[in-house]
């Protein structure tokens, strides 16, 4: 259970701010650019410290190296369908 901080949702700019200082900022300490998640809710939102994003799966063969020997015939472009003006209505 965490602890509950009065504060005040201010003006800044043309927006709303809720400024992050004392307790907000040194119990789930908080720094200047921090990434964070904000979960919004009908009454509220919860602000939470953005998580590492997790390894991407990297594909062990690129596009590239996939594509560079494709010829039409290989791609089988004479099969591909012929679109009429009137699928299109022109």
């Known amino acids: ?7 005040k949702i201010q003006k800044w700019g043309n927006g709303l701010a809720l400024r992050v200082a004392g307790l907000i900022r040194d119990i ?3 720094e200047q650019n921090a990434a964070v ?3 919004v809710f009908e009454d509220g939102f919860i602000v ?3 998580q590492p ?3 991407k799966f ?3 063969i ?7 020997d494709i010829t039409p015939d290989t791609a ?6 012929e679109i009429s003006n009137k699928e299109i209505e022109l």
């Open 48 to 50: 939470r410290k953005a």
């Open 58 to 60: 990297v594909f062990p």
């Open 62 to 68: 690129k596009e590239i190296d996939l594509l560079k």
């Open 76 to 81: 089988h472009a004479d099969g591909l369908a």
């Open 1 to 7: 259970m965490g602890q509950i901080v009065h504060t």
């Open 28 to 30: 789930p300490q908080f």
């Open 37 to 39: 998640d904000v979960e």
């Open 53 to 55: 994003d997790k390894k």
